[in-house]
């Protein structure tokens, strides 16, 4: 008789693996950023994001026929307009490229979630997520107008959902009562609550064209030696009236998903930000990870620290490996 445990009894096969596998990924999973830029007949390639492109609207459909195809539910959607100033107006414009990329995309796909994500740095000349001040100080409740002209004008373009990535204080119950006014009640927000000031957001800000031409945005996104302010964020969030949550980026802050599941019973949502793409591309293109097996491992350890879904460039990608 033996005194141990034959864990490797539940090991044993594949049968047997999959029967006790406690966390299984699926494409409805996923939700899939696209990028939407002004212009036509335009599929610019985002060079360190490989297999990602900014399209103009004329060529959207291809991008979203590969989401639909998938069997992803959801996409975020970010626009890249052609002009930029120190109001940001183009994320308020009836016409902007990201309304009129919504309005276009819910007409083609009513079924698919548009999830637009609400902030000013795509549109502001400074790249800031906010209003400055002439010391260059990013200002909070002169930002707030703005943040809820913004959200209310892509739901009015059909968005489904409104995803605030700017990290002003207060501008989930700015947005919510702007949206409510608006006749929007039920437009949930998803909260990007607990997102830290991070070197992994580098290739995203070449994809959206949205890097600070000065300083840095330490001042308003978190810093990342801190959870116990994660929580108060998320928790603060919620009295404001934020649907969901979004804890960003992902790979280096599994602690902060697993205690915000611990803690909060909303959907929580893992943002699989760009430099972890990128990091995985560049070293599967060098030959030295195996690019499925790692992503899949990778994900996975997200929904185990708890996200109920997962923000991710690789989601079209990752979709079809879980198919074969
Ligand atoms: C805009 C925004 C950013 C990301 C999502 N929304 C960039 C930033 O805050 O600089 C990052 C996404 C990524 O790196 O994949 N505020
Ligand atoms: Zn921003």
Same mark, same amino acid.
């Given at each position: 008789?033996? !005194?141990?445990?034959?864990?490797?009894?539940?090991?044993?096969?594949?049968?047997?693996?999959?029967?006790?596998?406690?966390?299984?990924?699926?494409?409805?999973?996923?939700?899939?950023?696209?990028?939407?830029?002004?212009?036509?007949?335009?599929?610019?390639?985002?060079?360190?994001?490989?297999?990602?492109?900014?399209? !103009?609207?004329?060529?959207?459909?291809?991008?979203?026929?590969?989401?639909?195809?998938?069997?992803?539910?959801?996409?975020?959607?970010?626009?890249?307009?052609?002009?930029?100033?120190?109001?940001?107006?183009?994320?308020?414009?009836?016409?902007?490229?990201?309304?009129?990329?919504?309005?276009?995309?819910?007409?083609?796909?009513?079924?698919?979630?548009?999830?637009?994500?609400?902030?000013?740095?795509?549109?502001?000349?400074?790249?800031?997520?906010?209003?400055?001040?002439?010391?260059?100080?990013?200002?909070?409740?002169?930002?707030?107008?703005?943040?809820?002209?913004?959200?209310?004008?892509?739901?009015?373009?059909?968005?489904?959902?409104?995803?605030?990535?700017?990290?002003?204080?207060?501008?989930?119950?700015?947005?919510?009562?702007?949206?409510?006014?608006?006749?929007?009640?039920?437009?949930?927000?998803?909260?990007?609550?607990?997102?830290?000031?991070?070197?992994?957001?580098?290739?995203?800000?070449?994809?959206?064209?949205?890097?600070?031409?000065?300083?840095?945005?330490?001042?308003?996104?978190?810093?990342?030696?801190?959870?116990?302010?994660?929580?108060?964020?998320?928790?603060?969030?919620?009295?404001?009236?934020?649907?969901?949550?979004?804890?960003?980026?992902?790979?280096?802050?599994?602690?902060?998903?697993?205690?915000?599941?611990?803690?909060?019973?909303?959907?929580?949502?893992?943002?699989?930000?760009?430099?972890?793409?990128?990091?995985?591309?560049?070293?599967?293109?060098?030959?030295?990870?195996?690019?499925?097996?790692?992503?899949?491992?990778?994900?996975?350890?997200?929904?185990?620290?708890?996200?109920?879904?997962?923000?991710?460039?690789?989601?079209?990608?990752?979709?079809?490996?879980?198919?074969?």
């Amino acid at each position: 008789m033996s !005194s141990f445990r034959r864990f490797r009894r539940l090991r044993q096969n594949e049968a047997i693996r999959s029967f006790v596998r406690e966390n299984e990924l699926h494409a409805s999973d996923f939700i899939y950023p696209v990028f939407a830029v002004a212009g036509k007949n335009m599929k610019v390639p985002v060079k360190s994001m490989p297999g990602i492109c900014q399209y !103009s609207l004329d060529r959207i459909d291809e991008e979203i026929d590969r989401v639909v195809a998938a069997g992803i539910p959801a996409i975020l959607i970010f626009g890249i307009p052609d002009h930029k100033d120190d109001v940001a107006s183009g994320a308020y414009d009836h016409h902007g490229v990201t309304q009129e990329a919504i309005r276009h995309i819910k007409e083609r796909y009513p079924d698919l979630i548009i999830i637009a994500d609400v902030c000013l740095c795509e549109y502001t000349s400074t790249g800031h997520c906010g209003m400055v001040d002439k010391k260059g100080y990013v200002m909070n409740d002169e930002t707030l107008p703005l943040l809820t002209k913004t959200a209310v004008s892509m739901a009015e373009a059909g968005a489904d959902i409104v995803a605030p990535s700017d990290m002003m204080d207060g501008r989930v119950a700015a947005i919510r009562e702007g949206l409510d006014k608006a006749g929007f009640m039920l437009t949930p927000i998803l909260s990007y609550s607990a997102k830290f000031a991070s070197a992994y957001y580098g290739p995203f800000r070449d994809a959206a064209e949205s890097a600070p031409k000065f300083g840095d945005r330490k001042s308003y996104q978190m810093d990342p030696a801190n959870s116990r302010e994660a929580m108060r964020e998320i928790e603060d969030d919620l009295e404001e009236g934020a649907d969901m949550i979004i804890v960003k980026p992902a790979m280096a802050y599994l602690d902060i998903m697993k205690e915000a599941r611990r803690r909060f019973e909303v959907p929580l949502i893992a943002y699989n930000v760009s430099g972890e793409y990128a990091m995985i591309k560049a070293a599967a293109q060098n030959g030295w990870i195996d690019e499925k097996r790692i992503t899949l491992e990778t994900l996975t350890g997200m929904k185990r620290a708890g996200a109920d879904r997962i923000i991710t460039y690789h989601a079209i990608e990752a979709a079809g490996w879980l198919c074969e």
